[in-house]
């Protein structure tokens, strides 16, 4: 019988990334800023003496969205084949613990600001980890499955680039990072991810937007970002989502996006 083990959670994650598809593949720059807020009455504090020092640091955490694994997972890049979950990242493992390599912005007391986490909000951290280079980093060391895997290079028309830009200005923060993931390895595949084809191009869905973009070799152009309402679908006041007096804002501004 396998042997159980009690761990207890020293803080939690707080971040706008709220949505197993809002969190990146891996921590980057594409992704928001966030809080890890460690518990109180602990001597935590004791225990960040010495962290302002550190650029990065490993978070280890839970997965806390799943409540089952696999052991055969299909990862986000690197084709069609199944893979053994210890050979990936996913997180549907028999114990559902994650790590994180992240910056670190500043500290606070009990609170420690970073960025680039791939981490969801309410994720609980169990450990703490300073990032050592001359330990932690071995560069171009990788799966074998993935050394194929051939990347595409994003870029944003200038259309899509105002409306991404606006609607961030109105706190839709995590659309840019969503894009840079879904769309850098294996654009077009619909059996990873909400895309289908439309045009001469595809269209991708995140929550109820969307946008359009064009392959061309190993390269991606996203056109422009719309609503995912009709214009029936907007005149209802049913508002699953609380979303739809951002969208008819949208529209104003941009006429003939839906």
């Not at 650029?55 to 997965?63: A, G, S, T």
């Not at 069609?80 to 028999?94: E, I, L």
């Not at 009990?110 to 071995?138: M, N, Q, R, T």
Request: aromatic share 10%; proline share 7%.
């Amino acid at each position: 019988m396998a042997t159980e083990i009690k761990l207890t959670a020293i803080g939690t994650f707080k971040s706008p990334q709220v949505h197993p598809y809002e969190a990146g593949r891996q921590p980057d720059e594409f992704h928001s800023q966030g809080v890890i807020e460690l518990e109180a009455g602990h001597n935590f504090e004791q225990a960040l003496t010495g962290l302002e020092g550190c650029e990065r640091i490993w978070v280890v955490f839970l997965f806390h969205h799943n409540d089952h694994w696999s052991p055969m997972v299909l990862p986000p890049r690197g084709g069609n084949t199944k893979q053994g979950v210890f050979a990936t990242r996913s997180p549907y493992r028999p114990n559902p613990v994650g790590m994180s390599c992240v910056k670190v912005k500043s500290i606070d007391k009990l609170k420690i600001h970073v960025e680039g986490a791939d981490l969801l909000h309410g994720s609980p951290i169990l450990d703490i980890k300073p990032y050592v280079a001359y330990a932690d980093s071995f560069p171009g060391v990788e799966p074998g499955w993935l050394k194929n895997a051939e990347r595409f290079t994003i870029d944003y028309s200038l259309e899509a680039k105002q409306e991404l830009e606006w609607l961030e200005l109105h706190n839709l923060h995590q659309l840019r990072g969503f894009l840079q993931h879904q769309l850098e390895f294996e654009p077009d595949n619909s059996r990873k991810k909400r895309v289908k084809p439309e045009g001469t191009g595809f269209v991708i869905a995140y929550r109820t937007w969307r946008a359009q973009f064009e392959i061309q070799g190993q390269h991606v152009s996203i056109l422009k970002i719309f609503s995912g309402y009709s214009a029936e679908d907007l005149a209802t006041p049913e508002d699953v989502y609380q979303d739809k007096a951002l969208h008819r804002n949208f529209q104003k501004n941009f006429p003939g996006k839906t």
